[in-house]
């Protein structure tokens, strides 16, 4: 699986880029703040329709602009796909891939896989259960078509469900609607919490051997997850906790409240984990997304590096390096000597300067 090209009109700080990329090591660099986390962006809006940074749409626009294009081309199991989007400001994306337009966003999902890494993930260990859900997420998204389907009927109940919640306090005689909105919460985030155990489970038997690896055999690393409701039991605690959620307008229990727990050894990473130690889980995890995204659609992913190398020591640099292998990686970064003094083959090679790619 290989992005052939990438084309943006009015994307962020670029009136104008096309790029064709080598199936192999693509190294974007130049000094900070000049647009080249934008072109890795523009790729995973391309595959996913959502930015890494949770940016919203308007935000992806060129200022001044209405609206922004992004078009790239994919080629998977010999097969080209010319994926058109167009973001607009106050108005859902319009997808078409091969020409054809596509009814719903969901549909794009499983063309083209890409695992995005960037400095912040280093710190997925230590942020908030929102960065660790979102995580988990946009992996799935990726992989589970059923998944997203489920997920988003989820998020539209639990909308649905709140701003019931708080109408009551002014409306009591809308409690009657209450009971519908509870059984598809329960229906729809079931089958969610249903989704990130099984994912859970799989990653696990992977990122633990890595981990082993990356830390010399001396650390074994567990991930858990720590739904807030189990899975049987989102109807219990959402019955139980009825009069709180209507006392506070908010839904207690449910996926939106999931979380997830690393452990180095027995202990909680996050809260006894050194920095190095929270740093080397991070990296574990991304690389076992890949392999999850491998041993799940029999093809690689497509890796995005921006400016990670320089957030690692040699040793992590080396691992990460070597795991790159036969996977097409787009790396962004602010010189090149880390490359040239690690013998890396430069492939193909883009030097940005404020929105212009040479």
Do not use: W
């Given at each position: 699986?290989?992005?052939?090209?990438?084309?943006?009109?009015?994307?962020?700080?670029?009136?104008?880029?096309?790029?064709?990329?080598?199936?192999k090591?693509?190294?974007?660099y130049?000094?900070?703040?000049q647009?080249?986390?934008?072109?890795?962006?523009?790729m995973?809006?391309?595959?996913?329709t959502?930015?890494?940074?949770g940016s919203?749409?308007?935000?992806?626009?060129?200022?001044?602009?209405?609206?922004a294009?992004?078009?790239?081309?994919?080629?998977?199991?010999?097969?080209?796909?010319?994926?058109?989007?167009?973001?607009?400001?106050?108005?859902?994306?319009?997808?078409?891939?091969?020409?054809?337009p596509?009814?719903?966003?969901?549909?794009?999902?499983?063309?083209?896989?890409?695992?995005?890494?960037?400095?912040?993930?280093?710190?997925?260990?230590?942020d908030?259960?929102?960065?660790r859900?979102?995580f988990m997420?946009?992996?799935?998204?990726?992989?589970?078509k059923?998944?997203?389907?489920n997920?988003?009927?989820y998020?539209?109940?639990?909308?649905?469900?709140?701003?019931?919640?708080k109408?009551?306090?002014?409306?009591p005689?809308?409690?009657?609607?209450?009971?519908?909105w509870?059984?598809?919460?329960?229906?729809?985030g079931?089958?969610v919490?249903k989704?990130?155990?099984?994912?859970?489970i799989?990653?696990?038997?992977i990122?633990?051997?890595?981990h082993?690896k990356l830390?010399?055999?001396?650390?074994?690393?567990?991930?858990?997850?720590?739904?807030?409701?189990?899975?049987?039991?989102?109807?219990?605690?959402?019955?139980s906790?009825?009069d709180?959620?209507?006392?506070?307008?908010?839904?207690?229990?449910?996926?939106?409240?999931?979380?997830?727990?690393?452990?180095?050894?027995?202990?909680?990473?996050?809260?006894?984990?050194?920095?190095?130690?929270?740093?080397?889980?991070?990296?574990?995890?991304?690389?076992?997304e890949?392999?999850?995204?491998?041993?799940t659609?029999?093809?690689?992913?497509?890796?995005?590096?921006?400016?990670?190398?320089?957030?690692?020591?040699?040793?992590?640099?080396?691992?990460?390096?070597?795991?790159?292998?036969?996977?097409?990686t787009v790396?962004?970064?602010?010189?090149?000597?880390?490359?040239?003094?690690?013998?890396?083959?430069?492939?193909?090679?883009?030097?940005?300067?404020?929105?212009?790619?040479?």
């Open positions: 699986m290989i992005v052939k090209s990438i084309n943006l009109k009015d994307y962020r700080n670029y009136e104008l880029l096309n790029i064709e990329l080598s199936d090591t693509n190294i974007i130049g000094d900070n703040a647009g080249k986390t934008n072109i890795l962006e523009s995973y809006v391309g595959a996913t959502k930015s890494h940074r919203k749409d308007k935000e992806l626009i060129r200022f001044g602009c209405d609206e294009h992004i078009k790239m081309i994919v080629c998977r199991n010999d097969i080209d796909y010319r994926i058109d989007m167009h973001i607009k400001k106050n108005k859902a994306k319009g997808i078409a891939v091969n020409g054809i596509l009814k719903r966003s969901v549909e794009l999902f499983g063309i083209v896989n890409m695992v995005f890494f960037s400095p912040e993930d280093l710190n997925i260990i230590k908030g259960p929102a960065e859900r979102r997420d946009m992996e799935l998204s990726q992989l589970d059923v998944y997203v389907f997920l988003m009927q998020n539209k109940v639990l909308m649905q469900r709140n701003k019931l919640l109408d009551i306090a002014f409306r005689d809308s409690m009657d609607t209450l009971d519908v509870d059984m598809q919460l329960v229906r729809y079931e089958e919490i989704g990130r155990t099984e994912f859970v799989k990653l696990n038997d990122v633990s051997r890595i082993s830390s010399g055999g001396r650390e074994e690393l567990k991930i858990e997850y720590l739904p807030s409701a189990d899975s049987g039991e989102l109807g219990s605690c959402t019955a906790s009825r709180k959620d209507i006392r506070f307008g908010a839904t207690a229990y449910g996926p939106h409240k999931d979380d997830i727990i690393f452990y180095i050894n027995g202990n909680d990473v996050r809260k006894y984990g050194s920095q190095g130690q929270q740093r080397t889980a991070a990296l574990s995890l991304k690389l076992a890949i392999e999850l995204v491998r041993q659609i029999n093809d690689t992913p497509i890796l995005l590096l921006d400016d990670v190398l320089s957030e690692l020591d040699e040793n992590r640099q080396n691992f990460l390096m070597e795991s790159m292998g036969d996977i097409q790396v962004t970064c602010t010189g090149l000597e880390e490359f040239i003094n690690n013998r890396i083959s430069l492939d193909k090679v883009f030097k940005v300067v404020n929105g212009h790619v040479y």
